[in-house]
């Protein structure tokens, strides 16, 4: 029997001869008077929307810097205003022999192309096998300073979008990296000749690698002199 028919027979007189309902379905009717036709698909409990965040921390995000909702007791404070006028600026005392200059050449921001141009040829292996460790330590570190300012220079480029400079400065950098590449290679040699020397001073019995405290390391012994034989005189004619 359809609901509708259900709640409208209560309404209608015992004496038209109708059936009423059985007393247990009436907390079910009831229902279904007071619920509405159509349900929502979700059977979740929908919670009440709150008109108030209480929370503290709303809104602040450091990765969007965003900041407080209320205003800070420095908020009210005056900003510090830039000085515009270079007249009025401080002096601000810079020592001339700082380390970071040795990023700038001739303590300019951004170096020419003419200026990056004007390099000679990358030293060659044979002319550092004559130059000593110091000379070699000294000229290594030169270069990875050269290759610094030229990394700052490109930063700046890049920085500036100025569109000139690329080719001069990475001809100037090849070279660098070309005398470096050149520095390995004689330290390399070096090193297979001391250990070759090494492995032949450990069978060498004047040559005491263990020495300690002042001892010699290399004691040469006693050489014998190879007997001579005498040469025989040619004999005169007279004779």
Not at 5 to 33: D, E, K, N, W, Y
Not at 172 to 192: F, G, M, P, S
Request: include cysteine; charge should be positive; glycine fraction near 4%.
């Amino acid at each position: 029997m359809p609901s509708r028919m259900v709640l409208r027979m209560p309404l209608r007189t015992a004496s038209v001869g109708t059936l009423m309902p059985p007393i247990f379905l009436t907390p079910f009717l009831q229902q279904l008077a007071i619920k509405p036709s159509r349900l929502d698909f979700s059977t979740t409990a929908q919670k009440s929307l709150r008109t108030r965040d209480r929370n503290k921390n709303r809104g602040v995000s450091a990765l969007r810097r965003t900041g407080l909702k209320k205003p800070l007791s420095m908020s009210k404070e005056p900003l510090p205003q830039p000085v515009l006028d270079p007249a009025k600026r401080s002096k601000i005392q810079v020592d001339p022999n700082h380390g970071l200059w040795g990023f700038f050449k001739d303590k300019k921001a951004l170096s020419t192309p003419e200026e990056d141009y004007a390099h000679g040829r990358p030293w060659s292996v044979e002319e550092l096998r004559q130059k000593s460790w110091e000379d070699l330590h000294s000229l290594w570190w030169v270069c990875v300073k050269e290759r610094n300012r030229l990394a700052t220079d490109k930063y700046e480029r890049e920085r500036l979008k100025a569109g000139h400079g690329d080719y001069e400065a990475g001809e100037r950098d090849k070279a660098v990296r070309r005398t470096q590449r050149a520095i390995k290679h004689a330290l390399t040699e070096r090193w297979y000749a001391w250990e070759d020397a090494r492995k032949v001073a450990q069978n060498d019995p004047d040559v005491n690698l263990a020495a300690r405290n002042g001892e010699p390391t290399y004691t040469p012994g006693a050489f014998e002199d190879d007997p001579v034989e005498e040469e025989e005189q040619p004999r005169s004619a007279t004779a």
